[in-house]
């Protein structure tokens, strides 16, 4: 049911819903086994900072990668020929 849910948002909303999921079970497990009781205001908190860090080591992993941009053609120099391609 969750993964039905998830496979239904945008890209870009997975990871906050994600993250969202994650909390609110990890603030339950907290209540429940640790008797530490969590604030909804803490929940999104955590929620923000943990998806910052995610978000952060996911664009270090994965850098983007830069398109090489080839030199524009430029008229050659007195007495000289010059030949441009682009085949291989």
Do not use: G, Y
């Amino acid at each position: 049911m969750l993964f039905d849910l998830l496979h239904k948002l945008h890209d870009h909303q997975r990871p906050l819903a994600a993250m969202i999921i994650w909390s609110l079970w990890n603030s339950r497990n907290l209540l429940l086994w640790e008797d530490s009781d969590s604030t909804p205001t803490l929940t999104v908190t955590r929620v923000q900072e943990v998806l910052h860090e995610w978000t952060c080591v996911q664009k270090a992993k994965h850098p983007k990668h830069h398109v090489e941009q080839h030199p524009t053609w430029e008229k050659p120099h007195h007495d000289t020929i010059k030949c441009n391609f682009d085949a291989w």
